[in-house]
């Protein structure tokens, strides 16, 4: 094992125990995206119920030259910077845009996980030989001290799929305020709000039909047995979901069908659970425009434009940093 390696493992198993060992118990939605995390959420994007993916992708493909000219001038080269890139499908199409444009530009995806990084970088560089790609391999919080170092160009940072909404309200504006503490004049934040709806309809994006997010859910506990030798038995845990449409947040969990203990290895520990007890896994925060407005100015920003899709469920907010 590289030290690398060693060091994930490590902050894997520092969070698992944090989190088995908190009441009530949780896990961090950022470890979901192992090889078959990241294969499974390719197909929950193409889920009938999952309307995020096809909404941003909609206002991509209709409103990249919008969205080009609302990015400015573009006389010297730029950085696009993506934070939690994914398998960056709906990017592509922005890439492709700029690139059409004449645009000249380095990409660097940002992701924890490296199974997607290495996906993406593939599929980029079949798509668009010749781009520059620098990927970074990490937390997004941790890197976003190093960003302002790393390069003295502008700096386009992309933070797409609504993955805001796995914060609360609280660490999104701090999490902004400290992105905005590394961003000049002239950058700016390109973010992806799932907007609130038909309370079902965002429900069912959670408890799909065909049962692929239990399946992404359930693979967490498979990459724990694996990576940390536990023993979960996937078929004594089911998924559940929830949305509440006072606090606009669905919530997904993992629930003990019965009684049990869980061994796991590398910490040397064993858990307890009991029958129903239920494993918080991931927050899936949705929003109004109020919020968003008010989010952006309490974290220093000023909002240059929304685009919104045919639908209104979805909107890509664009942010300037306000002068300190
Ligand atoms: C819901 S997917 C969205 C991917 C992409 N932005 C999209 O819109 O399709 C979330 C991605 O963010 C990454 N991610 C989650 N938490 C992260 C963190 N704290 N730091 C870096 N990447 C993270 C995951 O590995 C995953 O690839």
């Known amino acids: 094992m590289n030290n690398s390696t060693k060091s994930q493992t490590d902050s894997f198993a520092r969070d698992v125990l944090e989190g088995l060992s908190a009441s009530p118990k949780k896990l ?11 294969r499974l959420f390719v197909e929950i994007m193409k889920l009938p119920e999952y309307y995020l993916s096809r909404s941003e992708l909609e206002i991509f493909r209709d409103r990249a030259a919008e969205i080009y000219a609302a990015f ?5 080269p730029f950085d696009l910077l993506e934070l939690g890139a994914g398998d960056g499908s ?17 990409y660097i995806p940002v992701d924890i996980s490296s199974e997607a990084l290495n996906y993406l970088e593939s599929k980029f560089d079949d798509e668009f030989p010749g781009l520059e790609i620098s990927s970074i391999k990490g937390d997004y919080f941790q890197t976003l001290e190093t960003l302002s170092a790393r390069s003295k160009r502008r700096k386009i940072v992309l933070f797409l799929g609504s993955n805001v909404g796995n914060f609360s309200d609280e660490q999104a504006v701090k999490f902004f305020r400290d992105l905005r503490g590394t961003l000049n004049e002239g950058d700016l934040l390109f973010i992806g709000f799932d907007l609130h709806k038909n309370p079902q ?3 069912n994006a959670y408890n799909d039909a065909q049962g692929i997010t239990s399946r992404f859910n359930l693979n967490l506990l498979r990459r724990i047995n694996r990576e940390l030798g536990a023993n979960f038995n996937l078929d004594e845990f089911l998924h559940y979901a929830s949305y509440h449409p006072i606090e606009k947040t669905a919530r997904s969990f993992l629930i003990s069908q019965r009684e049990q203990t869980v061994d796991i290895e590398a910490l040397n520990k064993s858990f307890e659970f009991g029958q129903w007890e239920p494993i918080f896994m991931e927050i899936s925060q949705k929003y109004d425009l109020e919020t968003i407005q008010s989010m952006a100015s309490s974290s220093g920003y000023e909002i240059v434009g929304n685009f919104f899709d045919s639908h209104g469920f979805y909107v890509d907010s664009l942010w300037k940093p306000t002068p300190a």
Do not use: P
């Open 90 to 106: 709906k990017t592509s199409l922005l890439v492709a845009h700029f690139l059409e444009e004449g645009s000249d530009f380095r």
């Open 28 to 38: 961090s939605s950022k470890y979901f995206y192992d090889d078959e995390g990241s």
């Open 72 to 76: 400015g001038e573009f006389d010297e």
């Open 201 to 203: 309809t965002i429900l």
